[in-house]
């Protein structure tokens, strides 16, 4: 069984560009959520999409926003992007629904590097 | 608000030695406990998950424990090897995962 998986691996942008991250979850998994880690803040939860629907968010500014295709696929977009958005972007997936029996698998991550 | 927290942040130990990972947990009506790995720069990797009806769960050299009544869990490594060097999270599931800050170990050669 393929695992998560993520494109691209790695992104370079400019501060003020918009960025688009893919993530494709376990087959028959249907709850996908996205996740940013840095040094400093450490892994910080950004939004979870299950059946098409954002089902929980993260304290994070409108500028992220994300959806989720019938598929289950997920992308997360950031507009105007600014230097403090460079991270380690990853997604996880899980079988249902977030909630406290939950059990996710992460894919490999995208480094994004704002200039 | 469910706050999990890791000790210590950093461990270093020579190979071969045993060692003990702690995660303690703030809200103790928890269902699942997942233990990761993170190699530098990439994604997390699943080592266990621990339910709270089973106390303890084995992978390998790996075995996790799990005490609700107390908000704690660890992760024992036996012989450890070089190759075991990451960053170890253990995370709690809710209306979202908590992560704990992490341990990085250096298991010297």
């Known amino acids: 069984k393929a695992g998560v998986t993520q494109t691209p691996r790695y992104l370079i942008k400019t501060r003020g560009q918009q960025v688009t991250l893919s993530c494709s979850p376990i087959?028959?998994?249907?709850?996908v959520s996205w996740y940013q880690q840095t040094p400093g803040q450490g892994l910080q939860f950004l939004f979870e999409?299950?059946?098409?629907?954002?089902?929980n968010k993260g304290n994070f500014p409108g500028r992220f926003s994300g959806r989720q295709f019938s598929n289950s696929r997920s992308e997360m977009n950031v507009s105007t992007l600014e230097l403090g958005d460079s991270a380690l972007y990853l997604c996880?997936?899980?079988?249902?629904?977030?909630?406290?029996?939950?059990?996710?698998?992460f894919g490999p991550g995208t480094r994004l590097t704002v200039l | 608000k469910q706050e999990v927290t890791q000790i210590p942040a950093a461990l270093s130990v020579p190979e071969g030695e045993n060692l003990v990972l702690n995660c303690s947990f703030t809200?103790?009506?928890?269902?699942?406990l997942q233990w990761f790995r993170q190699d530098p720069g990439k994604g997390l990797t699943s080592l266990l998950l621990?339910?709270?009806?089973?106390r303890e769960q084995t992978s390998g050299r790996l075995n996790a424990s799990l005490d609700k009544s107390s908000g704690r869990s660890t992760l024992y490594i036996a012989a450890s090897q070089p190759g075991d060097s990451a960053t170890y999270l253990c995370a709690v599931p809710g209306n979202q995962f908590y992560f704990g800050t992490g341990t990085s170990l250096t298991v010297i050669p």
């Open positions: 087959s028959g998994h249907r709850s």
């Open positions: 809200d103790s009506a928890i269902y699942n």
């Open positions: 999409y299950f059946s098409e629907t954002q089902r």
């Open positions: 996880a997936s899980s079988l249902g629904a977030m909630g406290p029996y939950n059990e996710q698998f």
């Open positions: 621990i339910q709270s009806s089973q």
